[in-house]
């Protein structure tokens, strides 16, 4: 219809605009004239796959997709959720039109498919307001949504791929690792590790990134830095919100009051309640916060005062917090996910959470909590999953399977 298509011609000016400003003076197009960006869209889904799975066999999966053979993107509208597929495919398209013919990065065959990928992913991180009739668009950030995922299989499940075998790996590798999200969400996080970072760094991976687009990116990597190097700076990157590092606390305290950005991992950051509380208040609905292993305590809802933190998914792992929180935990009637291992939460704690009315997944490992909580526990109406090692007794496990037989562990 008319609208979709009125939507999408407008949302390709505005992430033109935007990747000319970010990278226009890096990589210009042929002759300096910026050429016609065909894009074609779709009625539908079914449209799309008909039309397209006989050059992409995968399409089914894909809700947009640029054809570098073509010089095409492909796409079907599904309303605002289908705008980040939208950024990511036109900035491959961007990017490939600024290539002569005789000098083009082959996704199949060269290295350096992860830098293409992880270029497309930080355009991904886009978040915008408007603030009466300006619009505001923030492009990454250590909150930026897409980066989420890298930061929490570094600093939580400490993931890593060298850099040599991540950087010399060509799409062709890439798309047939098994673990391909881990890949990405690698990708997404190097990418704002760099394009973040003070001019001289970002400098050096736009170098890079022109490399592997002239299909000279396995010297280029070499150049660029090594494992061990890379590794310890983004570590630390991840740690503090910044590159090169500074004080972590005065880094996750400056969030701009009107950038609603929901999910946030900050596991193993040096960040304590203070600097949390400092957020406006307007920041607090949060739908994923990863606190594992950081420097909070009680003070964080207790000192909330008349705003209280809302989650929906929320990590405590290895903090300070203990009974004291229980009560304003109890009350985000949102929450799903609640992780309260090696936390010091008792029976008497736990009280707060008994009929939840939402709560589907549950860790007390290592608590003090014990077998007098299975009717708390039991209590719980959608409860689906519980990890309790080192705090039920398997007795007292058995006993609350029977109320609940279709509990699972996490």
């Known amino acids: 219809g008319e609208k979709p298509t009125t939507e999408v011609a407008s949302a390709c000016e505005v992430i033109f605009s935007l990747w000319q400003a970010l990278f226009a003076d ?13 894009v074609v869209l779709f009625r539908n889904r079914d449209a799309y796959v008909r039309a397209l799975k006989s050059i992409e066999p995968k399409i089914s999966i894909s809700t947009g997709y640029y054809s570098p053979a073509h010089r095409m993107s492909f796409f079907y509208w599904d309303g605002p959720k289908s705008f980040p597929t939208l950024v990511h495919e036109l900035t491959h398209q961007f990017f490939d039109a600024t ?60 993931y890593w791929i060298p850099w040599d075998e991540f950087a010399q790996a060509d799409g062709r590798k890439l798309r047939a690792d098994p673990d391909i999200s881990a890949w990405y969400s690698q ?36 150049d660029l830095v090594d494992d061990d190097s890379l590794r310890s700076a983004y570590d630390q990157y991840l740690l503090t919100g910044s590159n090169p590092p500074s004080d972590p606390n005065e880094c996750f305290s400056s969030r701009p009051s009107f950038l609603r950005r929901s999910e946030l991992v900050l596991s193993r950051c040096s960040i304590d ?64 996910e609640l992780d309260l291992s090696n936390c010091n939460v008792t029976d008497a704690g736990l009280k707060s959470l008994a009929n939840h009315p939402n709560l589907k997944q549950l860790w007390l490992t290592n608590t003090s909590v014990s077998d007098r909580s299975i009717e708390v526990l039991a209590s719980i109406p959608k409860l689906e999953r519980l990890e309790a090692s080192g705090a039920l007794t398997a007795e007292g496990l058995q006993e609350l399977m029977k109320k609940k037989p279709r509990l699972k562990k996490p």
């Open 99 to 158: 290539l002569s013919d005789d000098a083009r990065f082959d996704p199949d065959s060269d290295p350096g498919a992860w830098a293409i990928e992880a270029v497309a992913l930080y355009m991904e991180s886009w978040s915008e307001e408007y603030l009466g009739g300006l619009r505001m668009i923030d492009i990454g950030g250590w909150d930026a949504p897409r980066a989420q995922a890298g930061r929490f299989r570094r600093l939580r499940d400490q």
């Open 273 to 336: 309640s203070q600097t949390l509380l400092k957020w406006p208040t307007g920041l607090r609905n949060i739908v994923w916060m990863d606190l594992g292993f950081t420097k909070v305590n009680d003070d964080l809802f207790i000192q909330a005062g008349t705003v209280a933190w809302q989650f929906n998914r929320l990590n405590l792992e290895s903090t300070a917090i203990s009974d004291a929180s229980m009560n304003a935990i109890a009350t985000m009637k949102n929450l799903t």
């Open 187 to 222: 990708a997404c996080g190097l990418a704002h590790f760099w394009l973040d970072s003070e001019p001289t760094s970002r400098a050096a991976f736009l170098t890079y990134l022109q490399s592997v687009y002239h299909r000279q990116g396995s010297q280029a990597a070499k």
């Open 26 to 38: 890096r990589f210009a197009f042929p002759n300096d004239q910026t050429p016609a960006f065909r």
